[in-house]
């Protein structure tokens, strides 16, 4: 059992360039999110999902996209990258029934550098 | 709009030594309260939740929370701590909107680096 996995595990892109980053789940949760985390910020939710083909804004969305064409799958992309965007990049998941007590389980991260 | 405070951005301690790591938060509807922890190079994991029912709960590996309700606070604490505790601990809250409409989102705290010195 994998839980949530992402790849990739690190990247460096140049101003302007373009990414797609995917999460993955196999244990059949309704919701997604995308999270980055910052130093001395914690962790701010970017984009979520709360089934296959539905998607909303987080608390900081500007600069990302995200689709969620299967239930397993949650892809974050960046169509320009600048380097505001460069962090750490998570994403959970959770079951989804009573949302707001649901444990998350976050995927390894990825880093992305942004030159 | 709700938030989170974490007091200490570090925490340095000695094994066998008890810790505390303070969470204050600020919310207008009522929240359920967590603890998430972050070892080196992984991701976050649950460490434990207040939801509801008595306001001190455990957690299987000896750290515990209190949930204060008029001092809207939800500190961590551990009696003894491990080499192995070293970490980065996160407060987060997720709001109780009628009909479940926050859909679980969580808000962070900054987080707190635990170091413990052998």
């Known amino acids: 059992n994998a839980g949530v996995t992402q790849t990739p595990k690190f990247r460096v892109l140049k101003t302007g360039q373009s990414m797609t980053l995917l999460c993955a789940q196999d244990?059949?949760?309704?919701?997604m999110y995308w999270y980055r985390q910052d130093p001395g910020m914690g962790l701010r939710l970017i984009h979520y999902s709360v089934g296959e083909g539905t998607t909303a804004k987080g608390e900081v969305p500007d600069g990302y996209n995200v689709s969620r064409l299967k239930k397993q799958n949650f892809l974050l992309g960046l169509e320009s990258a600048a380097p505001s965007q460069t962090s750490v990049y998570f994403c959970?998941?959770?079951?989804?029934?009573?949302?707001?007590?649901?444990?998350?389980?976050f995927g390894p991260g990825t880093r992305l550098t942004v030159l | 709009a709700q938030s989170v405070t974490q007091l200490d951005s570090q925490v340095p301690v000695f094994e066998e030594a008890p810790v505390e790591l303070r969470c204050n938060y600020s919310s207008s509807v009522s929240v359920y309260l967590f603890w998430y922890v972050q070892y080196p190079n992984q991701g976050l994991q649950l460490l434990l939740k207040?939801?509801?029912?008595?306001?001190l709960v455990e957690s299987i590996n000896g750290f515990e929370a209190e949930f204060n309700k008029s001092q809207t606070s939800f500190h961590l604490r551990k009696p003894s701590v491990h080499i192995s505790d070293t970490a980065e601990y996160f407060c987060?809250?997720?709001?109780?909107?009628?009909?479940?409409?926050?859909?679980?989102?969580?808000?962070f705290g900054q987080g707190t680096i635990l170091t413990v010195h052998p």
């Open positions: 987060a809250v997720s709001d109780l909107r009628a009909g479940g409409t926050s859909y679980g989102k969580l808000t």
């Open positions: 244990m059949n949760h309704e919701y």
């Open positions: 959970a998941s959770s079951y989804g029934g009573r949302a707001s007590t649901d444990t998350q389980y």
């Open positions: 207040y939801l509801s029912g008595s306001t």
